[in-house]
């Protein structure tokens, strides 16, 4: 997923009369997005770190299946998320009651266990992506001075860097910044977070078509690594489902859909205003995902890295701009994406035990406690499991079947009220089944490839 940025909803209930004045609908200030803000959104919320391991899917799936699965992906998401879109307002798409958050629609149109399992797959979420950018962070930053080794001693130097130190000063950051209450609310975050993204994405595509301009570059195939030279049939096998888990990962934008559309003005209607936005949205990202996954794959062959940038050592500025992108744009998306997480655990306990929320000396104790707490659990499992492609993999497939197909699919259901069985129900849920199927795969093998580098890791001691 790209992760670079979120769109915070307001918390005003909504009001049943009509919009006037300065205000919309529901009592709040109007709202004043377009097609185009709504693109730009969506755009930096789907380029992130996901976009850095494409090169390495392609080369486990190959020039043929590789495009067609980013095509098909991208397919997938634009349907369920004109699906999501309409689920915005409740029984009028004009003048229905509006839902603020994903969660909220689940509520209105679902209700009951689904609420717990979106709010579960949610938080799942939110914790896994915290360990993979803790994990891509701290790899970035030893390639900067990896980079600056083999520029300075030449290439058969021994410039393997400790990612173990890094992933813990990561860590030490996010202490310190975790402790700032409404840190998700700096709209500045969002704008450095959005220009970092696409700054080392452009740089990978740039230095991906280099290197295949100017050589040497990989040995490439129709369908990928090749069983008995680059891999065994088993790996193979797990592999090219691990890459699908990687592209799903950085599709995954619908847990911010609700959000984005939150800030369309009306008219026209905000499903079809998010409908237009999300097709120019996804063109754009999956062009620039071709570009980066088949120059990638071009550049370094069967032997792409997991994270592409790590392959690059020369021009080493660059590189080191690059690497210093994504650690600057991880440090703040480390706390856009976790702050909703950190806002529903305190609100719960404030609401059962409101003497948590006491200041003593300015400082509370709860808060301070408890996120120093979290993060250094995420902290320690980043040490524990640092496998970038297969940490990518599981996050991937755990967001992909439920956020991205199932609940749009049963919220479209009961909202047109589909008939059991019919021929609409039918396609729908075997879309989905599909697509669990894919998750279920995606999500076994990213846990045997952990397990897998289990074999010969020593905690501590990981090198890169």
């Given at each position: ?174 202490v310190i910044f975790s402790q700032l209450p409404n840190f998700h609310e700096l709209w500045w ?95 754009a990202t999956t062009a620039f995902y071709m570009l980066c996954g088949c120059l990638g794959y ?167």
């Amino acid at each position: 997923m790209g992760e670079g940025m979120r769109v915070e909803a307001m918390d005003i209930d909504a009001h049943p009369h009509s919009g006037h004045g300065d205000v919309d609908d529901d009592g709040k200030e109007r709202r004043t997005g377009t097609v185009w803000t709504a693109t730009a959104h969506i755009i930096t919320a789907v380029i992130g770190s996901g976009v850095l391991s494409l090169a390495w899917a392609m080369a486990q799936l190959g020039w043929v299946a590789g495009p067609v699965i980013l095509l098909l992906f991208a397919a997938i998401t634009y349907y369920m998320c004109g699906l999501l879109a309409d689920c915005y307002r409740v029984d009028d798409p004009v003048t229905g009651k509006r839902n603020y958050t994903y969660t909220e629609a689940v509520e209105s149109y679902l209700g009951g266990w689904y609420v717990w399992f979106c709010g579960f797959c949610q938080y799942v979420n939110m914790f896994g992506t915290g360990i993979g950018y803790t994990i891509t962070a701290s790899v970035s930053a030893a390639a900067i001075l990896k980079s600056n080794c083999f520029h300075w001693h030449g290439h058969d130097a021994d410039c393997t860097q400790n990612t173990s130190s890094y992933i813990m000063a990561f860590g030490v950051v996010q202490v310190i910044f975790s402790q700032l209450p409404n840190f998700h609310e700096l709209w500045w975050l969002s704008v450095v977070a959005a220009v970092m993204s696409f700054s080392y994405a452009t740089i990978a595509v740039g230095l991906g078509l280099a290197q295949t301009m100017s050589g040497p570059t990989g040995k490439t195939t129709l369908t990928g690594t090749e069983v008995g030279v680059d891999v065994d049939s088993a790996q193979k096998i797990w592999m090219t489902f691990q890459a699908l888990g990687n592209i799903a990962f950085a599709y995954s934008y619908t847990i911010i859909l609700i959000e984005i559309q939150d800030t369309l003005r009306a008219p026209p209607a905000e499903n079809k205003t998010m409908r237009q936005a999300t097709i120019m949205g996804v063109s754009a990202t999956t062009a620039f995902y071709m570009l980066c996954g088949c120059l990638g794959y071009s550049a370094f062959g069967n032997s792409a890295p997991g994270n592409i940038l790590t392959g690059f050592y020369e021009p080493y500025w660059l590189v080191d701009f690059a690497n210093v992108c994504i650690v600057l744009h991880l440090v703040g998306g480390f706390q856009v994406f976790l702050q909703p997480l950190f806002a529903a655990v305190e609100g719960a306990v404030a609401s059962r035990c409101p003497s948590s929320t006491r200041e003593y000396g300015g400082v509370n104790v709860f808060r301070l406690v408890w996120r120093t707490a979290f993060v250094a659990v995420i902290t320690l499992a980043a040490v524990l499991l640092p496998f970038f492609n297969s940490i990518l993999g599981i996050l991937g497939s755990v967001a992909f079947w439920p956020l991205t197909v199932f609940f749009p699919v049963e919220m479209h259901i009961r909202q047109r009220q589909v008939p059991r069985f019919s021929a609409r129900w039918v396609a729908l849920q075997s879309l989905s089944f599909v697509c669990f199927l894919i998750t279920i795969a995606a999500c076994a093998s990213s846990v045997q490839g952990v397990f897998d580098s289990l074999k010969t890791y020593k905690p501590f001691e990981t090198r890169s």
